[in-house]
């Protein structure tokens, strides 16, 4: 090898060298979600779990809802859900949303189904799901609670606790689970709080009517998906 092209390759390989040790490292700021993903990953400690996001009110609109009908309250399915027509009552049992009970829903069909699922008991081997069509009223009052608040917390405390305060026809916001005395919003397996939707009085009962009632079977021995552990059967 001739001298001139043995000092070149040792400058070429030099300056590669200097200028690896001198690029920054990425800070904080720079890591992406990915990038922190994998970091963790490679630690070998789970990945970050990204923060529940606000619910957003959906009842300004009109469209379709899903209730799974479970256990005692089958017997109640053709006088309590006439198709054609709102359903006629509801349970009367504190709740959430309500010290007087509520017709409560979901928007998502999966997670009534999920509902229905996991709150079968033993003694019953299918519950019913029930379709409704919710129409916006420009009467009915409605309250919509966007997370875990201390406002959301009182309001649900108040309920079960049967104490008096402002109602609402129609109310929608987390579920709760009991927590350390209190309550939390229940949080769905991507760690996303649960959506419900109650209907109260004869107003708020009156937005909805039953398009189509299924019976779903479920299976005595078939495994149940953990859906909405530790909240009450509303």
């Known amino acids: 090898m001739k001298p001139t092209t043995f000092l070149t390759t040792v400058l070429a390989v030099s300056l590669s060298l200097f200028s690896a040790a001198a ?6 700021v720079s890591l992406n979600a990915t990038s922190a993903f994998d970091l963790a990953e490679r630690a070998g400690t789970p990945p970050p779990v990204p923060a529940a996001l606000p619910l957003q009110p959906s009842l300004g609109k009109s469209q379709f ?120 919003p229940s949080l769905d397996d991507n760690g996303q709080m649960l959506h419900q939707l109650a209907f109260v009085t004869p107003a708020g009962l009156g937005t909805l009517k039953v398009v189509s009632v299924s019976k779903i079977p479920v299976p005595a021995g078939a495994a149940k998906p953990r859906f909405c552990p530790g909240c009450t059967i509303q």
């Open 23 to 28: 690029a920054p490292l990425p800070s904080d």
């Open 65 to 184: 809802l899903f209730r799974a009908v479970t256990n005692d309250e089958l017997t109640l399915i053709t006088s309590r859900y006439p198709v054609g027509h709102s359903p006629t009552g509801h349970k009367g049992e504190a709740g959430d949303f309500s010290s007087t009970g509520a017709i409560y829903a979901f928007s998502d069909i999966t997670q009534a189904d999920k509902w229905g699922q996991s709150f079968t008991t033993p003694k019953f081997d299918h519950y019913f799901m029930v379709k409704f069509q919710y129409t916006v009223s420009k009467t009915a009052t409605r309250k919509a609670f966007a997370s875990g608040t201390p406002d959301w917390v009182t309001f649900v405390s108040n309920n079960y606790a049967k104490r008096r305060q402002q109602g609402f026809d129609i109310v929608e916001g987390p579920i709760s689970v009991k927590s350390a005395g209190s309550f939390i």
